[in-house]
């Protein structure tokens, strides 16, 4: 695969490496820039700050600051090994429910059935195997 040129590509306009990064084709302002105009459609951007004035930015950042410790806060409660095992339970609770009831809440007798029979047969087996190491 050939090597890109840096520099102006074939039309003459400026390319990615000539030192102008376009945030939309057509147009030179980088998309770090905070004095244009916004997204499309004159949208405001998520993350653009478009003031200079000393004392909207700080109040942006603390906005910011405030949000981001709400955020951090949030996802520290998720991982939580309290919030983890409770999700865990939760959703053993919910599969044992599904596979054992119809979606009108009846029970799933067949089903309550086989698993009882299976928990019967582990258990018989493992009493007659101990039995069986005593002797």
Do not use: C, Y
Not at 61 to 87: H, M, N, Q, Y
Not at 88 to 116: C, M
Request: no cysteine.
């Amino acid at each position: 695969m050939p090597a890109r040129r840096a520099g102006p590509s074939r039309r003459g306009a400026p390319g990615p490496r000539s030192g102008s990064v376009s945030a939309r084709p057509g147009t030179t302002q980088p998309p770090w820039d905070s004095t244009g105009g916004g997204g499309r459609d004159g949208q405001r951007r998520q993350g653009q700050i478009t003031t200079t004035d000393p004392r909207a930015l700080e109040r942006e950042v603390e906005l910011r600051r405030a949000r981001l410790v709400g955020t951090i806060d949030e996802l520290t409660a998720r991982v939580a090994p309290s919030a983890l095992k409770e999700a865990g339970i939760n959703g053993a609770k919910a599969r044992v429910r599904t596979f054992a009831t119809h979606r009108d809440g009846s029970l799933r007798v067949e089903r309550v059935a086989a698993v009882a029979v299976a928990v019967l047969g582990v258990t018989t087996f493992v009493v007659v195997r101990a039995v069986r190491k005593r002797r």
